[in-house]
């Protein structure tokens, strides 16, 4: 079953052998022309299933489950060819502006964008949630932006939004509340390790030459943080400049 | 002697940094990182070569002391050979 749906402004059409993965992309449904097919098979699915047991994943899916990211890992294939990656990390926005968090999983990167949901309104602060898990980066003459995707993690958090990209965090757990500026040259491992790797050469190569860009555009910051409140404020007037 | 993995070699302001492709990169998960002149070396690898093709290549393509530029390719395949990068 066929249907066409748009993520980070690009519209493609989704051939999937179950109707839940219809079901999981409800909010990105587009009337409009796609752009690309992707399709789905039993075999992919099947692929899918292995890498997760080589993954050392001990989670039981469902093969519907595994559909959906089946689907993703073709989507963020094929959107290489389009200046878009992706990236595993929580996105919150703030201002106009998004901030992207990035750790192994566990970390806390879902539970400090929690936190400044939490805490910055108090200081007069909106935040809006772009996507909690796994972003779409996309890359263009005006700018990078952050997209929200349906693949926002266990509880969905997110929206179906692009908003420019301000800075890239990566976190620490840590006693104490501290942030500071990491030098370019730290970046790529950091970088390379949180962004999707494609099995392409050819988007390989297109994933390296944007990663270089945002390394060049992007100030990444490092947080070593606790779970107080606090550690919101830390990190929001560093990364955004405003004094709180 | 060659590289043992298909990579990638990305430029980045003034250097180079090289990441394997594919199912290799699942047994090579690491970057490579080269300056101009590792990076012809590594260039070189993608064939099988030895070390003195590649210094008769780089002879020509630089202007330097052939003991500098031995020397230099020497410390970089050590360190390609460490990494477990290449076959020979």
Not at chain 1, 140 to 148: E, N, R, S, V
Request: a negative charge; glycine letters at 4%; charged letters at 30%.
């Amino acid at each position: 079953m066929a249907f066409t749906v748009k993520m980070a402004g690009i519209p493609f059409e989704i051939e999937a052998v179950y109707e839940s993965t219809r079901e999981y992309c409800r909010d990105y449904l587009t009337d409009e022309e796609p752009a690309f097919r992707i399709v789905s098979t039993a075999e992919l699915i099947r692929d899918e299933r292995r890498r997760s047991a080589e993954a050392g994943d001990t989670r039981t899916w469902s093969d519907a489950c595994l559909e959906t990211l089946a689907v993703y890992r073709q989507i963020a294939e094929a959107m290489t060819e389009r200046d878009v990656i992706l990236f595993h990390g929580s996105v919150a926005a703030v201002d106009g502006a998004a901030y992207l968090f990035t750790a192994p999983s566990g970390t806390g990167k879902s539970t400090h964008t929690r936190l400044w949901r939490e805490v910055l309104p108090k200081y007069g602060h909106e935040v809006l949630m772009v996507n909690d898990d796994k972003p779409l980066i996309r890359f263009t003459k005006d700018g990078i932006f952050a997209c929200g995707t349906p693949w926002n993690g266990k509880h969905h958090e997110g929206t179906n939004t692009m908003v420019p990209l301000a800075a890239v965090c990566r976190i620490l757990q840590a006693p104490e509340n501290e942030i500071r500026r990491l030098p370019a040259e730290n970046d790529w491992p950091v970088l390379l390790r949180q962004c999707y790797r494609p099995e392409g050469a050819g988007h390989l190569a297109a994933t390296l030459r944007l990663l270089d860009r945002f390394s060049r555009e992007l100030p990444l910051y490092e947080l070593r943080c606790n779970m107080e409140p606090e550690a919101a404020l830390v990190s929001f007037s560093a990364m955004s400049g405003q004094k709180i | 002697m060659k590289l043992r993995y298909e990579f990638v070699v990305q430029e980045v302001s003034d250097s180079f940094i090289a990441v394997a492709v594919g199912a290799d990169a699942s047994k090579f998960n690491g970057i490579v990182k080269m300056n101009k002149t590792s990076a012809f070396v590594f260039d070189q690898l993608k064939n099988d070569v030895t070390e003195d093709e590649i210094v008769a290549k780089m002879l020509e393509k630089y202007d330097a002391e052939e003991k500098r530029i031995r020397k230099d390719v020497k410390d970089f395949i050590a360190k390609l050979s460490e990494a477990d990068l290449l076959v020979l």
